[in-house]
Antibody, heavy 119, light 107 residues
Framework: QVQLQESGPGLVKPSETLSLTCSVS????????WTWIRQPPGKGLEWIGS???????NFNPSLKSRVTISLDTSKNQFSLTLNSLTAADTAVYYC?????????????WGQGALVTVSS | SYVLTQPPSVSVAPGQTARITCGGN??????VHWYQQKPGQAPVLVVY???DRPSGIPERFSGSNSGNTATLTINRVEAGDEADYSC??????????FGTGTQVTVL
């Protein structure tokens, strides 16, 4: 079965750039939509953006200007870059597989990576 | 932007039925998915495409969607069902949208 695992720094300074990687095992990344979602402490889930295996991307309009998502099919990984960080970007960041094309559901999810933005 | 509204909390006795609502403008025209999230864990899909269950999810979980409200129903509630539940849709302008989340407490 497909499993996802996030990796990256747990602490990032304000104004700097966050880079996270999601490693996919048990299946190929060369299919489906691959997605980043975050959850600030004590708050709800927020979609960040998705990338199709073809390279096509879709982003949350509120984050679009600060986000990049890319695929590395040779490593079966996809990555998130979020720049100009503020304390409001502190959250658990999840990667997930999107099912049934654009607009479907997310399954499975990674375990999540806590990212704190603080000096 | 498209907004999904859920009640902050629902309390239910063991063996009874929990109903969690997800309100949105004409949500019945969209496809709704539901996730269960226990403390410190990642969300898990419990219902997709309004009323389908992934393999491994008990038949006690079911969904419906009509008009301005989608509903997740949990029959014969067990202590292990205590968790946060969130709805999710796709909107052509906003992208993927999640509900505000509902904490289910088993009394």
């Amino acid at each position: 079965q497909v499993q996802l695992q996030e990796s990256g720094p747990g602490l990032v300074k304000p104004s700097e750039t966050l880079s996270l990687t999601c490693s996919v095992s048990g299946g190929s990344i060369s299919s489906y939509y691959w997605t980043w979602i975050r959850q600030p402490p004590g708050k709800g889930l927020e979609w960040i953006g998705s990338i199709y295996y073809s390279g096509r991307t879709n982003f949350n309009p509120s984050l679009k200007s600060r986000v990049t998502i890319s695929l590395d099919t040779s490593k079966n990984q996809f990555s998130l870059t979020l720049n100009s960080l503020t304390a409001a970007d502190t959250a658990v960041y999840y990667c997930a597989r999107g099912r049934s094309g654009l607009g479907g559901w997310f399954d499975p999810w990674g375990q999540g990576a806590l990212v704190t933005v603080s000096s | 932007s498209y907004v999904l509204t859920q009640p902050p909390s629902v309390s239910v006795a063991p063996g009874q039925t929990a109903r969690i609502t997800c309100g949105g403008n004409n949500i019945g025209a969209k496809t709704v998915h539901w996730y269960q999230q226990k403390p410190g864990q990642a969300p898990v899909l419990v219902v997709y495409s309004d009323d389908d269950r992934p393999s491994g999810i008990p038949e006690r979980f079911s969904g419906s969607n009509s008009g301005n409200t989608a509903t997740l129903t949990i029959n014969r509630v067990e202590a292990g069902d205590e968790a946060d539940y969130s709805c999710q849709v796709w909107d052509s302008t906003s992208g993927y949208v999640f509900g505000t989340g509902t904490q289910v407490t088993v009394l």
